[in-house]
């Protein structure tokens, strides 16, 4: 079992940045990848970000591409989302996730573990 806890969210006007952390604690040695997803109210959830633990390769959803970077600290346990340029259709609260199997990034059912979300609001 792997616990992950968010944190880093707020309230940023448009055009701004937010840097959300994930903490994650437990059986992190069986991860493959973390991920970010995000939801906004009445809306589906939606892939963000996925980063693997080892190699470090990335993949973003269209909607965040060239504005987010996903980032990890295996030292330390830590993901991060990097968001810049935000915009108020980014309002949503985000969450993170781990995997522990190789499959498509974007598949919420490929992830084992979540947390509990950190809000993100971006006002225009």
């Known amino acids: 079992q792997v616990q992950l806890v968010e944190s880093g969210g707020g309230v940023v006007q448009a055009g701004g940045s937010l840097r959300l952390s994930c903490a994650a604690s437990?059986?992190?040695?069986?991860?493959?990848?973390m991920g970010w997803f995000r939801q906004a109210p009445g809306k589906e959830r939606e892939f963000v970000a996925r980063?693997?633990?080892?190699?470090?390769?990335?993949f973003y959803g269209d909607s965040v591409k060239g504005r987010f970077t996903i980032s990890r600290d295996n030292a330390k346990n830590m993901v991060y989302l990097q968001m810049n340029s935000l915009k108020p259709e980014d309002t949503a609260v985000y969450y993170c996730?781990?995997?522990?199997?190789?499959?498509?990034?974007?598949?919420?059912?490929?992830?084992?573990?979540w947390g509990q979300g950190t809000q993100v609001t971006v006002s225009s």
């Open positions: 980063i693997t633990w080892s190699g470090g390769g990335t």
């Open positions: 996730a781990n995997s522990r199997v190789f499959a498509a990034p974007a598949n919420a059912l490929a992830y084992d573990n």
């Open positions: 437990g059986r992190t040695v069986s991860t493959y990848a």
